[in-house]
């Protein structure tokens, strides 16, 4: 049998307060409060399976030998717990999704009535350890590096700095895939190159979109 962890006292203030990422933190309209009891089973749920419970990212997030494989979050229309290498997972009974359409490695499970947890919950905890399993076997996602096309605006930027264009390619694949979703959401060529100015200080330095935000929350 394998003993529950410790539960740690930064997921309890989670559970009451949120992630603090957005102005609604600790606050009613802060999303935590709309999937609480959710949350708080599926908690109980991974800590059954032995993982480590840490924040990151603002969240509980679940490793084993500081490695991640799982994490519960709340959003707007629904909670959910994630896997990290969810698309090595096997998926026995199609309950994985992606996140978004661009999402390679991660895959996650929604809940929106407590039930859906309590009537799944074996099935949850073989979720879990298969995903266990995979980290622990250093099982690698294959990524495709930047499957995203590169905007025009970073092209000409790349043109016109050959230093920034190297200083880009430096950086891991999944900084780079950040950052060209990044300046490709804005439809208006002027808020791309706006976007790229802003981060250009960033990338010389080597750093990621999100990595001064992580730092805080190591």
């Known amino acids: 049998m394998v003993q529950t962890k410790l539960k740690n006292p930064m997921v309890d203030k989670y559970l009451i307060d949120g992630c603090m990422r957005?102005?609604?933190?600790?606050?009613?309209?802060?999303?935590?409060n709309n999937w609480r009891d959710l949350l708080e089973l599926l908690r109980q749920i991974v800590l059954e399976s032995g993982l480590?419970?840490?924040?990151?990212?603002?969240?509980?997030?679940?490793?084993?030998?500081?490695?991640?494989?799982?994490?519960?979050?709340?959003?707007?229309?629904?909670?959910?717990l994630g896997f990290f290498k969810g698309a090595l997972m096997t998926d026995k009974y199609k309950i994985l999704l992606k996140q978004g359409e661009s999402s390679q490695s991660?895959?996650?499970?929604?809940?929106?009535?407590?039930?859906?947890?309590?009537?799944q919950?074996?099935?949850?905890?073989?979720?879990?350890?298969?995903?266990?399993?995979?980290?622990?076997?250093?099982?690698?996602?294959?990524?495709?590096k930047n499957p995203e096309p590169v905007p025009e605006q970073l092209e000409e930027f790349f043109l016109n700095e050959?230093?920034?264009?190297?200083a880009f390619?430096?950086?891991t694949a999944g900084k780079q895939r950040a950052y060209i979703i990044y300046f490709s959401q804005p439809k208006q060529a002027q808020t791309r190159i706006s976007?790229?100015?802003?981060?250009?200080?960033?990338?010389?330095?080597?750093?990621?979109?999100?990595?001064?935000?992580?730092?805080?929350?190591r």
């Not at 969240?59 to 084993?64: A, L, R, S």
């Not at 991660?106 to 009537?119: A, C, H, L």
């Not at 976007?195 to 999100?210: A, H, P, Q, T, V």
Request: hydrophobic residues 35%.
């Open 22 to 32: 957005c102005k609604f933190g600790a606050t009613p309209l802060c999303k935590v």
């Open 52 to 80: 480590t419970e840490n924040i990151k990212w603002g969240v509980p997030c679940y490793t084993t030998d500081n490695k991640n494989v799982v994490i519960i979050s709340a959003f707007k229309e629904f909670a959910s």
């Open 106 to 119: 991660s895959r996650i499970i929604k809940f929106t009535d407590i039930n859906q947890i309590i009537e």
């Open 121 to 144: 919950k074996e099935v949850i905890l073989s979720y879990i350890r298969e995903a266990i399993q995979i980290e622990k076997e250093g099982k690698k996602v294959n990524f495709i």
């Open 162 to 166: 050959p230093e920034f264009k190297k």
């Open 169 to 171: 390619q430096n950086l």
């Open 195 to 217: 976007r790229i100015e802003k981060c250009k200080s960033k990338i010389f330095k080597g750093e990621g979109l999100n990595d001064k935000y992580l730092s805080k929350t």
